[in-house]
T-cell receptor, first 111, second 115 residues
Framework: GENVEQHPSTLSVQEGDSAVIKCTYSDSASNYFPWYKQELGKRPQLIIDIRSNVGEKKDQRIAVTLNKTAKHFSLHITETQPEDSAVYFCAAKRRGFKTIFGAGTRLFVKA | DVKVTQSSRYLVKRTGEKVFLECVQDMDHENMFWYRQDPGLGLRLIYFSYDVKMKEKGDIPEGYSVSREKKERFSLILESASTNQTSMYLC??????????????FGPGTRLTVT
């Protein structure tokens, strides 16, 4: 079946450094790529998304890039802060079908 | 503000019991989902529903069933709970699956322990 691979599973950075999480997807018809953040004990929430007709999208300190040819997309967090510590999930879906989630990346930002 | 609520935050059941997990959303969303979250495995889809009385199997439907009698409510049923169903269960809803891009709104989760 279709799947999304996410790396790394755990990431530890120093406050102020950048963090990058990478995902690859198998369904070439995927056209929507959301990223969810789940803080400890809380529900996942959408933080940014990108559609297949766009190569890059930025929102303050976070950005996503998409390479449709290689079927991979990445989340970039700059100037990390302790409140960025959470589990991040990438996902991929195509029109009318279910969303496929990656396994998650646990990000630790050390003060 | 979208609100997705789940009937319990924590639940402890015995092996063999029938378990009902309820989810309610207040945004008139057509689509509702049940996921299971386990460490290192991410969010795995159990069942989803695109309309009232409609259901489709996700990736891990074995041992589960669902019910959607009203648009706002989606129930997950464990017919005979087993210890390997101990997990965090997350409900979600969304409104635009057909359009292709749909933000999913998650409930707070139910941590189920089967002893």
């Amino acid at each position: 079946g279709e799947n999304v691979e996410q790396h790394p599973s755990t990431l530890s950075v120093q406050e102020g450094d950048s963090a990058v999480i990478k995902c690859t997807y198998s369904d070439s018809a995927s056209n929507y790529f959301p990223w969810y953040k789940q803080e400890l004990g809380k529900r996942p929430q959408l933080i940014i998304d990108i559609r297949s007709n766009v190569g890059e999208k930025k929102d303050q300190r976070i950005a996503v890039t998409l390479n449709k040819t290689a079927k991979h997309f990445s989340l970039h967090i700059t100037e990390t802060q302790p409140e960025d510590s959470a589990v991040y999930f990438c996902a991929a879906k195509r029109r009318g079908f279910k969303t496929i989630f990656g396994a998650g990346t646990r990000l630790f930002v050390k003060a | 503000d979208v609100k997705v609520t789940q009937s319990s935050r924590y639940l402890v059941k015995r092996t063999g019991e029938k378990v009902f997990l309820e989810c309610v959303q207040d945004m008139d969303h057509e689509n509702m989902f049940w996921y299971r979250q386990d460490p290192g495995l991410g969010l795995r889809l159990i069942y989803f529903s695109y309309d009232v009385k409609m259901k489709e199997k996700g990736d891990i439907p074995e041992g589960y069933s669902v019910s959607r009698e009203k648009k706002e409510r989606f129930s997950l049923i464990l017919e005979s709970a087993s210890t390997n169903q101990t997990s965090m269960y997350l409900c979600a809803s969304s409104g635009q699956v057909v359009a292709g891009w749909d933000e999913q709104y998650f409930g707070p989760g139910t941590r189920l322990t089967v002893t």
